[in-house]
């Protein structure tokens, strides 16, 4: 099950847009960055997740 979040508006308007940056999530620990980024992926062909916390090398 995934609850909405506020950044979901915000990731929405970077979707739309022409011409954007690559994406960064930063934030506090347990507050869902990770589900919210996957279920995001999803709305994508291709999607690639690099967690630099499981990997820091």
Avoid at 16 to 25: C, D, G, Q, S
């Amino acid at each position: 099950m995934y609850i909405e979040r506020k950044a979901d508006i915000e990731l929405e308007k970077w979707r739309m847009e022409t011409k954007h940056k690559p994406l960064l999530i930063r934030g506090a620990r347990q507050v869902g960055k990770t589900k919210t980024i996957r279920e995001f992926g999803k709305k994508f062909d291709n999607f690639i997740e690099i967690n630099f916390e499981e990997s820091p090398r």
